[in-house]
């Protein structure tokens, strides 16, 4: 079963605007952690943002933003004020466990979305 | 943050060869390293998992034959595909953590391996 979905294959925004890129995520564990990851025409992985799910704030890091809705298992990133340097690939990624077992620190990724900002 | 350093980059290998790829942490000890495969804009699968002197572990549908993993030391794991095809062409990037590493997992840079 997907335990990651992005629902968003491409997303278009207008340069300086904000736009945001959703995912949700299934688990029954009560720990885990919720990664957003840009990966541009490089290939490397850039680590954006993270959110524990014990964390009652939404994390922040500069211009990105994590919607945490942990009812609603949905962990959106929301990008502000868009730079034609954040087109890329996209991902969101969840850590499951909270233990310091030997696959701890494994990640399952959703499918990706592609973002492109226009000027 | 930490480094995780991966090569090479690309490589371009003669079907029915063996190519090995690396992946090592720079500024920290790795005790777990993941290897991934992904394609074309498609999502990052996970191959495996390794921790420091023992056996991967593989997932479902991985060829643990075809993809030897080695994690002799804290600092390198090595992925080697044998008797490459040209299905086996793919962009191949591991990751690397560490006790108390919680909160991100670092990448290498990726390999993109082309089987001609």
């Known amino acids: 079963a997907q335990k990651i979905t992005q629902t968003q294959p491409g997303m278009f925004v207008q340069e300086k605007e904000a736009v945001t890129l959703d995912c949700t995520y299934d688990t029954s564990d009560q720990s885990y952690g919720l990664f957003w990851y840009k990966q541009p025409s490089s290939g490397e992985m850039i680590f954006l943002i993270y959110q524990g799910s014990y964390d009652e704030q939404n994390a922040t890091e500069g211009r990105y933003s994590l919607n945490f809705q942990k009812a609603r298992k949905s962990a959106n990133l929301v990008i502000s004020a868009s730079q034609l340097g954040d087109s890329a690939m996209y991902f969101c990624?969840?850590?499951?466990?909270?233990?310091?077992?030997?696959?701890?620190?494994?990640?399952?990724f959703g499918q990706g979305t592609i973002l492109t900002v226009h000027p | 943050g930490a480094v995780v350093s991966q090569h090479p980059s690309r490589v371009i290998c003669k079907s029915g060869t063996s190519v090995k790829i690396e992946c090592r942490s720079l500024d920290f000890q790795a005790t777990t390293m993941f290897w991934y495969r992904q394609f074309p804009k498609q999502s990052l699968m996970l191959m495996a998992t390794?921790?420091?002197?023992?056996?991967?572990?593989?997932e479902q549908g991985v060829e643990k034959d075809k993809f030897l993993i080695n994690h002799a030391s804290l600092t390198l794991s090595t992925l080697t595909v044998t008797s490459a095809h040209p299905e086996d062409s793919s962009f191949y990037i591991c990751s690397a953590r560490s006790y108390g590493m919680n909160t991100e997992a670092f990448f290498g840079q990726g390999t993109r391996l082309t089987v001609v």
């Open positions: 390794s921790n420091e002197g023992s056996k991967a572990t593989y």
């Open positions: 990624a969840m850590r499951e466990g909270g233990g310091v077992g030997t696959s701890y620190g494994k990640l399952t």
